[in-house]
């Protein structure tokens, strides 16, 4: 029994197929990727439209700011106030606090007066 077992040789032509597949894998798989940012590209920017939005958002936050700081009157006739929001948050405390419901209803004004 004078059989010897060696593996075979590799030739080397399956090292360079591989290394052209794995190569070729690659260079496709960067093919696809660009052509799917490709259309996704940002263009070019107006900067006049960036200033005008910026100056939009500056608006509206300012604008946002008053409504959550400020009192103002909603419905002067109806009495309805709008306060700050972090007064709201302090008056909402207390009465929870005390076991009172957060918000009560409104009473509609003929109501109010009969039972006052």
């Not at 972090?86 to 405390?93: D, E, P, R």
Request: charged residues 20%.
């Amino acid at each position: 029994m004078d059989a010897d077992h060696t593996a075979p040789e590799t030739s080397h032509s399956n090292y360079y197929l591989s290394f052209v597949g794995a190569v070729g894998s690659l260079l496709l798989f960067l093919f696809i990727i660009f052509i799917a940012y490709l259309p996704n590209r940002p263009g070019s920017v107006n900067e006049d439209i960036v200033e005008n939005r910026l100056n939009n958002l500056a608006t509206v936050r300012a604008a946002q700011k008053d409504v959550a700081t400020e009192y103002a009157w909603v419905n002067e006739k109806e009495g309805v106030v709008r306060i700050p929001v972090s007064q709201a948050m302090k008056l909402t405390a207390e009465r929870l606090g005390k076991g009172e419901p957060a918000f009560a209803p409104a009473k509609p004004k003929a109501e109010a007066a009969t039972t006052e």
